[in-house]
């Protein structure tokens, strides 16, 4: 059955539109904690005006068609890594993403108005795709330092590793056996498999980047509710409750449960002399000597 590629594309837009604009929202509405919402909500921006240019392909000029939509694209995946390294607290590598995105814009502008190759071009950007999806893939598994892995995780891994794979397989493909006159738009089966399975790829990976904003935002409301929020210690109920389960693991094992109780003396004089935010270092300082 032959799938209309206009079809492919438009709904592909209208998916990349309504992902985008709720992962805008949650950027706006979660805690700033959260980082990294606001580059997956305009990375998906990006890729929904790259499909709006690939449909008008054939009415608006080469340049915006070509250039500018498989720059999107490009950008658009570039964003998507900058968040998943700022979601997991990781370094920006902005200097040789600006140069991927730069030469990879360069060789599409060179093989579209100077010596023209849909050929090399599809090589060139879906190599530089699977790049982009795979550095995401390996930042996803590396996750948070000192967190492990949850579901969200997996699931998101799973297609970027798919779009990963694919990617490579079109760039080779493209590479050794596509026609020197082919399109963006062809009907041929490879280009319907690769658009189909790039725009339901991309789909499902903003539903596991959603996942991972709501397991990120339940995470810090959990801490929230159980840690006082200067010093870092457990708060009221959730350290009766870790008390109470260490008693109970006490009576099972038959093995005695040591208290310690510390009071600061004199906490008072430090703020009437210093001020509260002195204070304030104060019991963080004390909470770390003592957790420590």
Same mark, same amino acid.
């Given at each position: 059955?032959?799938?209309?590629?206009?079809?492919?594309?438009?709904?592909?837009?209208?998916?990349?539109?309504?992902?985008?604009?709720?992962?805008?929202?949650?950027?706006?509405?979660?805690?700033? $904690?959260?980082?990294?919402?606001?580059?997956?909500?305009?990375?998906?921006?990006?890729?929904?005006?790259?499909?709006?240019?690939?449909?008008?392909?054939?009415?608006?000029?080469?340049?915006?068609?070509?250039?500018?939509?498989?720059?999107?694209?490009?950008?658009?995946?570039?964003?998507?890594?900058?968040?998943?390294?700022?979601?997991?607290?990781?370094?920006?590598?902005? %200097?040789?993403?600006?140069?991927?995105?730069?030469?990879?814009?360069? /060789?599409? /502008?060179? *093989?579209? #108005?100077?010596?023209?190759?849909?050929?090399?071009?599809? =090589?060139?950007?879906?190599?530089? =795709?699977?790049?982009?999806?795979?550095?995401?893939?390996?930042?996803?598994?590396?996750?948070?330092?000192?967190?492990?892995?949850?579901?969200? +995780?997996?699931?998101? /891994?799973?297609?970027?590793?798919?779009? =990963?794979?694919?990617?490579?397989?079109?760039?080779?493909?493209?590479?050794?056996?596509?026609? /020197?006159?082919?399109?963006?738009?062809?009907?041929?089966?490879?280009?319907?498999?690769?658009?189909?399975?790039? *725009?339901?790829?991309?789909?499902?990976?903003?539903?596991?980047?959603?996942?991972?904003? #709501?397991? %990120?935002?339940?995470? &810090?409301?959990?801490?929230?509710?159980?840690? +006082?929020?200067?010093? $870092?210690?457990?708060?009221?109920?959730?350290?009766?409750?870790?008390? &109470?389960? &260490?008693?109970?693991? $006490?009576?099972?094992?038959?093995?005695?449960?040591?208290?310690?109780?510390?009071?600061?003396? #004199?906490?008072?004089?430090?703020?009437?002399?210093?001020?509260?935010?002195?204070?304030?270092?104060?019991?963080? %300082?004390?909470? &770390?000597?003592?957790?420590?």
């Amino acid at each position: 059955m032959n799938l209309d590629p206009h079809t492919l594309v438009v709904g592909a837009t209208i998916s990349a539109f309504l992902m985008a604009i709720v992962l805008i929202y949650l950027a706006h509405s979660f805690p700033p $904690g959260i980082r990294g919402l606001r580059e997956w909500g305009m990375g998906l921006v990006l890729i929904f005006f790259a499909a709006l240019f690939g449909s008008l392909r054939g009415m608006v000029p080469d340049f915006v068609s070509i250039v500018l939509g498989n720059l999107a694209v490009v950008a658009g995946l570039a964003l998507i890594y900058i968040g998943l390294l700022r979601f997991n607290d990781r370094g920006l590598p902005m %200097r040789w993403l600006a140069a991927v995105i730069l030469l990879n814009l360069l /060789a599409v /502008a060179y *093989f579209t #108005h100077v010596e023209f190759s849909f050929r090399i071009r599809v =090589t060139i950007v879906t190599a530089t =795709t699977a790049l982009l999806f795979g550095l995401s893939l390996v930042t996803i598994l590396q996750g948070r330092p000192g967190h492990s892995l949850r579901f969200s +995780d997996a699931f998101t /891994a799973f297609f970027f590793l798919a779009e =990963t794979l694919l990617s490579l397989a079109r760039s080779v493909q493209a590479f050794w056996f596509e026609p /020197a006159q082919s399109s963006f738009l062809s009907t041929s089966w490879t280009q319907q498999i690769f658009l189909a399975g790039y *725009f339901l790829g991309v789909l499902l990976m903003a539903v596991g980047l959603i996942l991972l904003a #709501h397991d %990120r935002l339940k995470e &810090e409301l959990q801490y929230l509710a159980a840690h +006082d929020t200067l010093t $870092g210690a457990f708060a009221r109920r959730a350290f009766i409750d870790l008390a &109470e389960r &260490e008693q109970a693991r $006490g009576q099972r094992s038959g093995r005695p449960v040591a208290l310690l109780m510390l009071d600061l003396d #004199h906490f008072k004089v430090i703020n009437d002399n210093h001020g509260h935010q002195v204070g304030d270092q104060v019991l963080r %300082r004390f909470a &770390e000597i003592a957790q420590s």
